[in-house]
């Protein structure tokens, strides 16, 4: 189980370091390599010797693996915070119809005045 704990461990650094260190992204594949090999020593070594402590291990990695997974493909997907508009920067050009009344809203001849929006990710 050493070894899958250490493969789990690589794994999470290269997936998470280079996004807290600000670091260039390494290829996705490097940490579902890392994650798979992990869960592949877990499981062999729990069929080898079964016992408590092994499931909790094998359990463990494999969690981690799909929550891995979970983060790739779903919620990765927001992209990272960087990209985004940053505090005294101007606002893009935000054109939307108001869900109360139906009326147009611009954000440009909202200037001058305090402003909180909310951006929901849409889906269509």
């Known amino acids: 189980m050493l070894y899958s704990a250490i493969l789990t461990v690589a794994g999470f650094a290269a997936a998470y370091l280079p996004v807290l260190l600000r670091l260039p992204d390494a290829p996705p594949w490097v940490a579902f390599v890392l994650f798979g090999a992990a869960i592949a020593v877990a499981v062999l070594a729990w069929?080898?010797?079964?016992?408590?402590?092994?499931?909790?291990?094998?359990?463990?990695?494999?969690?981690?693996?799909?929550?891995?997974?979970?983060?790739?493909?779903?919620?990765?997907?927001?992209?990272?915070?960087?990209?985004?508009?940053?505090?005294?920067?101007?606002?893009?050009?935000?054109?939307?119809?108001?869900?109360?009344d139906g009326a147009t809203f611009r954000l440009a001849e909202e200037r001058g005045r305090a402003v909180f929006l909310v951006f929901f990710r849409g889906s269509g």
Request: proline share 4%.
């Open 47 to 100: 069929r080898r010797r079964r016992g408590a402590k092994r499931i909790a291990g094998a359990g463990a990695v494999v969690l981690a693996g799909a929550g891995y997974a979970y983060w790739f493909f779903f919620a990765s997907a927001y992209g990272r915070v960087s990209e985004g508009p940053t505090i005294g920067h101007d606002a893009p050009a935000v054109e939307a119809t108001r869900a109360l």
